[in-house]
């Protein structure tokens, strides 16, 4: 059941509360994974799913005789569901787009920059416990908004005809049967079936955020993501029910998600907690969001608003739903959260799936300093300088003294030269 507390009580838990250990075990398997891959190419990945997810593959791609078969079992209704859902995500994510510059400073000297998109990317979308077409398009239409000419795709090898659909509807060039560490690995060093990519997206287990980490610096990633978090501000003016409702979305991801609910009427968090044990047992899964409740739920009791902006601003969740009066006016308070969500009708799982900014998101309180997935994670920017010869002439006397302070006197030397 939820625990009712206070701000004070919130913080001291805050200040107990230690990361669950990792698995020590973990970081060492992905490496002997991430090696074999890079030794033996395809047949390690095969062999890996053989030994994970029990299956024998003959090839790593998935065909177009599949994809056609996929369509054709998921129907045009949702197909079209699909499809409205990727117009709002493109008509967010479009706005995104950056040009570069160029501008003359002074005579005879230009200086730019260019917005390059990635040449190919990898995405990664889980499967096991459930899987998720809507990441498929909030990872590929961000990489092919950005004008990436190669988006791949990988997910484990029982994958659902929605998610191939998905990957069809946002236009993905290619899908590889393959998940965990192994399908990193495939995408960091390529494989004689899976090129090479540049970055790496896409949320996965334990081990895919540990192989993500591992192969960092080979390839780009995203983010390293965490358990799934929602923190609700809500006054008393709300239905009870919505709000049990939107915070048991988020528990049924994972036994390790966080649910808070931050009120100032503790009437109104009895009331929720009582609707909460309705909802709960009415869930397919609701083994797992029994468990992430029971842990890991809270109801914050304030005596004010000004304590409900600081605590969500020291939180800095993944997603923040403000359901109160003029949320509009709370917005310009929040400094630190992944994506909010404004009124008492806009529910997390709108941004889930359907409205158009992107779900993949910081967590573990790392909005503080990183943002969603867009546009901008599928470029990279490069920069140039021209200068004529009497433009560096004119600079030549500030570089030289500069380099010479610096004790680089190659540096100096290489200006002077020019000079003389």
Not at 82 to 99: G, K, P, Y
Not at 124 to 153: D, H
Not at 342 to 354: K, M, T, V, W
């Amino acid at each position: 059941m939820l625990r009712i507390v206070r701000p004070k009580e919130f913080s001291a838990m805050r200040a107990r509360a230690k990361a669950k250990p990792t698995n020590p075990e973990i970081p060492g398997t992905v490496r002997e994974i991430l090696d074999d891959v890079k030794e033996r190419g395809d047949a390690a990945v095969k062999e890996y799913e053989k030994k994970f997810d029990g299956v024998d593959l003959e090839g790593l791609e998935v065909t177009e005789d599949e994809i056609t078969e996929a369509l054709g079992l998921v129907g045009e209704e949702y197909t079209a569901m699909l499809q409205r859902a990727a117009e709002n995500i493109r008509a967010f994510h479009s706005r995104q787009l950056r040009e570069g510059f160029m501008f003359s400073p002074k005579d005879g000297v230009i200086l730019g920059q260019r917005v390059i998109p990635l040449q190919r990317v990898g995405l990664y979308i889980p499967g096991g416990t459930a899987s998720y077409p809507s990441s498929v398009l909030m990872n590929a239409i961000p990489a092919k908004i950005a004008g990436c000419p190669e988006v791949f795709m990988a997910t484990p090898p029982e994958i659902r005809p929605e998610v191939i659909a998905a990957a069809h509807v946002a236009g993905v060039d290619r899908i590889y049967k393959m998940g965990g560490a192994q399908a990193v690995g495939a995408f960091a060093y390529g494989t004689e079936s899976v090129p090479k990519v540049d970055k790496i997206t896409g949320p996965g287990n334990a081990y895919v955020a540990e192989a993500k980490r591992q192969v960092f610096g080979l390839v780009d990633i995203d983010m390293i993501a965490g358990p799934s978090e929602i923190l609700i501000i809500a006054d008393r003016n709300n239905f009870a029910g919505h709000l049990a409702a939107d915070m048991l979305a988020q528990a049924e991801h994972d036994v390790n998600a966080t649910a808070i609910l931050i009120t100032n009427s503790r009437r109104f968090a009895q009331n929720v907690i009582a609707e909460l044990e309705v909802q709960i047992e009415k869930l397919e899964r609701h083994d797992i969001a029994r468990a992430s409740i029971d842990d890991n739920g809270i109801i914050i009791i304030v005596d004010n608003w000004g304590q409900a902006v600081d605590i969500a601003n020291e939180i800095a969740p993944e997603h923040l739903e403000l359901c109160v009066e003029d949320a509009f006016e709370w917005l310009v308070k929040i400094r630190n959260a992944g994506s909010v969500f404004l009124g008492r009708n806009s529910p997390e799982a709108l941004g889930d799936y359907y409205a158009g900014p992107n779900h993949t998101l910081p967590t573990m309180g790392t909005a503080r300093f990183s943002s969603p997935l867009s546009v901008d994670d599928f470029v990279k920017k490069s920069q140039y300088i021209y200068y004529g010869a009497w433009a560096l002439r004119q600079a030549s006397g500030d570089i030289e003294v500069f380099a010479h302070s610096e004790g680089l006197t190659g540096h100096e030397r290489s200006i002077s030269i020019r000079r003389e």
